[in-house]
């Protein structure tokens, strides 16, 4: 079966704005099984638009589109999609009613121009817009040049509105209609630990994965995650099943496994530390705030997160976090001495149970033979102990930053855990 | 004259990866002058390359292609090139002097694999890859099937690879194969007003703009660029009428322009303070250290800026800050009081010659009636005065951060540059 994605929108075309609808469409489609064979992006031109559909129905089995559906008249979706079945919009009451629901929710009265919304092609099935007034649209037809059936689904161009329509009705109906097996996902989030040695590590885990699991190494800076994509005839064993092997995988690398499913470090030091009616604070010398800022990204984090000291100079170490003159004279800023001092100083003065310390050179400049750029330390104090490790990373300066702070929040994590 | 690109990659089909290089081809084509009418992604296939190929000869006069060049087995573009030109593949002296040029640069030997590298479709020209050692290719041809010259452009999918290629040299021979006329842009940064006010105190300005000058806004959170485009027989002429227009602009909104051409405002500030050999610390409250982080992401900042204090809680505000347990009490953290003791006494503690504070409700809890969630106010600490502003942004929590910072560094750009 073949899939292919057609976004429309001028806007798309001179760069301003990424077409990143057509990156999570293609992924969220491969997550439910829909290999997608090609993406095409055209302006809001009915020549283009009817040009791709005729390149689009003799090669493809399903066309999703998306863009060119508003109210406005340089869109121009609809009449191209009408031209192109040889049909006429007419006013559906289907369409109207979800359209009148979404008013009804906002307590907004419809105008004449929703109700003109709801005029839409007559041969096919209007699909609800739970974020917008434009209605998509669902096509199921045979075409006279080529054999089966084809489906095409029109969409609105606004990642949110496009977004809640994928995920529900369409990618559900799409199963419906093409799949007979079920498709589980879970994705295993590690951090520290770069892919070529978890590889190696897990090698004979994945080895002995069952036949109808595989697994899809995912890597950012700083982050790997392990997608496990299993296939059954029915999801609750395959479900099972997954869950089996990640019990296996938690055995070899327990220190790597922070969450699932795309849970950030901050949201799990979050959730750990409001269970546990605990307070946290930052020492940042490298990272600049960095660290402080991504814990405070999270909503509620003042619940948790006293404040930070960022010490990007030795006069705000000693001053504000207590550092030992002595100790960044002879040991140097970057060392155990001094990120040791930092975190047990900053626990005490900010009355915290539990504190994050760093110092490193995040480059370009300030590398010496000795310390070369990428060199970090990192400490947490928590109310037994002071731990601390030395990590180099690379050159770059942005990368250092964020794999500092990734690595700090999993020390954080493992610590409050594990005591 | 119609221009397309085809982007192929089995990668980006997955959706694991965003074709971000579409865009910026896209953006850097119009730039120059072309307009591009659609886009296209396929995967590494041999079928769909040619039927790729064979749709846009027929429709476009510049196929611009990015991906599959490499030396390994699923790099199959070279060869779908050769099939749809039907031609073969031959060592070009050219292109491996390019190859050698690569390796010479960089002191390494050239080897048998770098020289099958240099073989290329026998009907093209070599492209040199400043960056990498898969040839660019530069077909240039009468079609059959229809009139006029086509040009084919195959290009490395790796992005830093394919945009010094496209720079230099696909875009100025694009320049020299169809212009007769110079293009000259110049963005201009503005921080701190909406698009619509923008425009609207702008309007007059925007529209004595001399005919052969366009206005583009380019809206970012927080951020409006401004884009001028102007056209000529030669550049120097334009260049001159577009300086004239800003010294203009300048008058109108002096305030609000921080920059040209893409510059960030930490980058700004960082400028000026390393010029004035001035010192910076600041005083986080809602913020939560994103303008510490922002100021440090710049190479060099140590040289100018000391460090900050986050305050996310009001202990932390009195201890660290000395902010007066009274003014906390009576007029609450998010206060013109609070802000400008933080501003204030940062400055003093830290031994800096300017600081910024911020106090505000991030979102999205914490709002009320007389402070709703994105409640902020900003304070600037100068070596002669504190000046405070309050500000209401929105309701996103992201969004009301990143807001904050920009108004506070263009604050503070302001209180350097006029005292």
Known sequence: MKVEIINVGDELLIGQVINTNAAWMAEQLNLAGFMVNQFTVIG?????????????????????????????????????????????????????????????LRGIPVTNLNRKQAEIPEICNPIANKNGTASGMWFETEMAEREGKVIFISMPGVPFEMKAM??????????????????????????????????????????????????????????????????????????????????????????????????????????LLTAMGSTLATAESCTGGYIAHLITSIPGSSGYFKGSVVAYSNEVKENELDVNPESLLKFGAVSEPVVREMATNIRRRFNVDFAIATSGIAGPAGGTAEKPVGTVWIAIATPTKVIAGKYLFGENRERNIRRTALQALNLLRKAIIYG
């Open 166 to 271: 994928l995920t529900d009705p369409v990618i559900p109906l799409l199963k419906k209609s093409f799949q007979s097996q079920a498709i589980v996902h879970r994705t295993i989030m590690t951090q520290g630990i770069g892919e070529s040695f978890l590889s190696d590590i897990i090698e004979s885990w994945e080895k002995q994965l069952p036949g109808n699991i595989s697994l899809a190494y995912l890597p950012q800076p700083g982050i790997v995650r392990l997608r496990l994509t299993g296939t059954g005839p029915t999801e609750e064993p395959v479900r099972n099943q997954i869950a089996e092997e990640i019990v296996k995988l938690k055995k070899i690398i327990p220190e790597y496994i922070y969450g699932f499913d795309d849970e950030s470090l901050e949201e799990i030091v979050g959730g």
């Open 44 to 104: 809001d031109n009915r020549q283009e638009i009817l040009e791709s559909l005729e390149n689009a129905h003799l090669r493809s089995d399903i066309i999703l589109m998306t863009g060119g559906i508003g109210p406005t008249k340089d869109d121009i979706t609809k009449d191209a999609l009408c031209q192109f079945f040889r049909t006429r919009l007419v006013f559906n009451q289907e369409a109207y009613e979800n359209i009148e629901r979404f008013f009804i």
